[in-house]
């Protein structure tokens, strides 16, 4: 019989340990400055509705046309699983009663997200986000603490190279009037653009200003800017955003090409790209009419999403950062022979019961080898039994910084241990 391997989907990808050692540092910082801001996590389920996603991010939306991963279950139900953060933290929102609590309600997330994408360098089809969301507040200044908070989370990464592209879409008063300029600019120039680009003057045009084809570039060059077609609301808006940046030293581009893909977004929309341009790690904008759309009263809202595969990527890039693991190991056991396995594993045992970051080696290895995993993994001790000491019931006890070798006698190693860890 033929031997049958396996292999991941296309597009996803095993996360293994020393990756995951990126990802723990990636969602310590995160965490450590949404927390402070006063954002509070929410997880929610891997699929929902299909619904939720078609009515939210919209249709003509490169997700809801071809990236979706729909499903029917065993109830005919259909479901997808999710392929971004936003509409299933406004339906959680709305669900749980969130709209009676003192707003603006301020929720964070580290989730996986599932689009059907064309794989390639920094696009999978299983990607991780991290983001956070800020619903209830219409003023310019959640606005600039949105900004600011992302851009702290990525210096505090060691990514402080990241750029803030930013752009206004206006809302339902000005949006309409601007579209129709767009399309009558581009009447004329249909036979000129890309075939995706028909499409998308049909179905969603705001997008035509984001394609990335070559033949469409000259005519993006020159088409009209929905900054000059704000109405007065959105203008006023949106220069109090940028006086506002300005006031705390948060630098940006004007990037008039700036749309972002989904239906829901209004008024300030922004991209965060690391050095090449166009190579987005983070985005997001305000979203004032997603709560109303998904069965809510009208709330004005706003929220950033960043994918953690790209900016992993990028860290280990990064010659000059250095992650530390993310559990320090204060203890390593090296053992030598079979009695003395025995013994690393009591001994092992009973510093994890206590609570001691310890590891230990329990297989065949000569001691050199142990004591360079212990260098490696920065332990503060490192206790051998050889066969003399197995034989013995003897520890000795290693003090790495300094190289200090002292004997004890098995049964009070645990005592001398935890008084010198103290
Ligand atoms: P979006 O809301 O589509 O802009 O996604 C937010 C962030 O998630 C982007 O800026 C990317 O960094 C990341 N992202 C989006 N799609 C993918 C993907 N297919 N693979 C990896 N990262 C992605």
């Known amino acids: 019989m033929s031997k049958k ?9 095993d996360i293994l340990p020393e990756d995951q050692v990126y990802f723990d540092y990636l969602l310590d910082t995160f965490e450590t400055v949404v927390s ?10 891997v699929f929902e509705d299909t619904g939720l996603f078609v009515r939210s991010v919209g249709k003509g939306t490169d997700i809801v046309d071809k990236e979706m991963y729909t499903f029917n279950d065993k109830s005919n139900n259909s479901l997808t699983l999710r392929p971004e953060g936003t509409a299933p933290i406004v339906r959680a929102y709305l669900e749980n009663g969130m709209q009676s609590w ?29 983001g956070f969301e800020s619903i209830g507040d219409k003023d310019p200044i959640a606005d600039v603490t949105v900004i ?9 990464l060691g990514l402080p190279n990241v750029s803030v592209q930013l752009n206004s879409i206006g809302d339902s008063v000005c949006r309409p009037k601007y579209i129709k300029v767009l399309k009558d600019y581009y009447k004329d120039k249909l036979n000129k653009v890309c ?14 200003l984001d394609c990335k084809e070559k033949q469409c570039q000259p005519i993006i060059e020159e088409a009209p800017q929905f900054i000059n077609y704000l109405c007065k609301d959105c203008h006023d808006h949106f220069k109090e955003v940028l006086e506002l940046l300005d006031e705390i030293n948060v630098s940006y581009d004007l990037n008039p090409r700036l749309v972002r893909g989904f239906d829901y977004y209004t008024r300030t929309v922004f991209e965060f790209w690391a050095g090449r341009e166009g190579f987005a790690v983070g985005g997001g904008g305000r979203y004032d009419r997603l709560v109303e759309l998904l069965g809510g009263k009208a709330t004005p809202a706003l929220g950033f999403a960043a994918g953690a595969d790209r900016i992993v990527n990028e860290l280990k890039n990064n010659p000059e950062l250095e992650i530390k693991p993310s559990k320090k190991i204060d203890v390593y ?13 009591k001994l092992l045992s009973g510093l994890w019961d206590t609570g001691i970051a310890a ?13 360079s995993t212990s260098n490696r993994l920065k332990a503060k001790y490192t206790l051998i039994i050889g066969q003399k000491e197995a034989y013995d019931e003897t520890v000795i006890i290693k003090e790495m910084a300094s190289g200090n070798q002292e004997i004890y006698p098995q049964d009070q190693t645990m005592k001398e241990i935890k008084k010198r860890l103290q």
């Open 36 to 45: 402070s801001a006063g954002y509070k996590r929410v997880t929610t389920p």
């Open 5 to 13: 391997t396996y292999q991941v989907p296309r597009g996803t990808k």
């Open 359 to 371: 590891e230990g080696c329990l297989d065949r290895g000569s001691i050199s080898e142990q004591l």
């Open 102 to 130: 003192p707003q603006p309600v301020k929720l964070y997330y580290f989730m996986p997200m599932y689009r059907y994408e064309r794989p390639q360098a920094g696009r999978y089809r299983e990607h991780w986000q991290f």
């Open 333 to 345: 056991v090296a053992q030598l022979g079979n009695e003395a396995r025995k013994s690393c594993l």
């Open 148 to 156: 600011s908070t992302a851009v702290r989370i990525f210096k505090n």
């Open 195 to 208: 075939p995706d680009c028909k499409r998308r003057y049909e179905v969603n045009p705001l997008r035509l």
